[in-house]
């Protein structure tokens, strides 16, 4: 990816490889200005469950399963040139109310939507409608 991005000689952008120290992991989302999530398939994905956790500004691939997830929580962007590079653009001038804002918005989709409360509740409904 790193050939065809050229994203090495933005200063914004940090390739960190695979972690797979939670704790590194959750240090890094937090502190970092953006998480970039380029999935395309698969439904819901578990990296993007955990970055709307922990990260205020998610940049997600504009995709069904992405937007579902991310709803108005996040920055969409798309395969169209110069939309991904606008978007990081955008984020750079963000206000830190927006940032705060966009943070608060992912934490409370994870918890209305994916937290372990919600999903045990929703099937208890389920159990007890059956």
């Known amino acids: 990816m790193k050939e065809e991005t050229h ?4 200063k914004r952008i940090k390739f960190v490889g695979t972690v797979y120290d939670a ?3 959750k240090f890094i989302r937090e502190n970092a200005l953006g998480y970039l999530h380029g999935h395309s398939v698969g439904g819901t994905n578990p990296s993007l469950l955990e970055a709307l956790g922990s990260t205020k500004i998610n940049l997600l691939y504009n995709v069904g399963f992405n937007k579902e997830v991310g709803e108005d929580s996040s920055l969409y962007w798309s395969l169209e040139d110069g939309s991904l590079a606008n978007k990081l653009n ?3 001038e963000i206000s ?3 940032e705060e ?3 608060k918005l992912a934490k409370q ?3 209305d939507n994916y937290s ?3 999903i045990v509740n ?3 409904e389920q159990f007890m409608r059956g």
């Open 96 to 98: 830190t109310e927006k």
């Open 7 to 10: 994203f090495e000689n933005d």
């Open 122 to 124: 929703d099937y208890e």
């Open 109 to 111: 989709q994870i918890i």
């Open 23 to 25: 704790e590194l992991l």
């Open 116 to 118: 372990w409360e919600k």
């Open 101 to 103: 804002n966009f943070g």
């Open 90 to 92: 955008e984020v750079e």
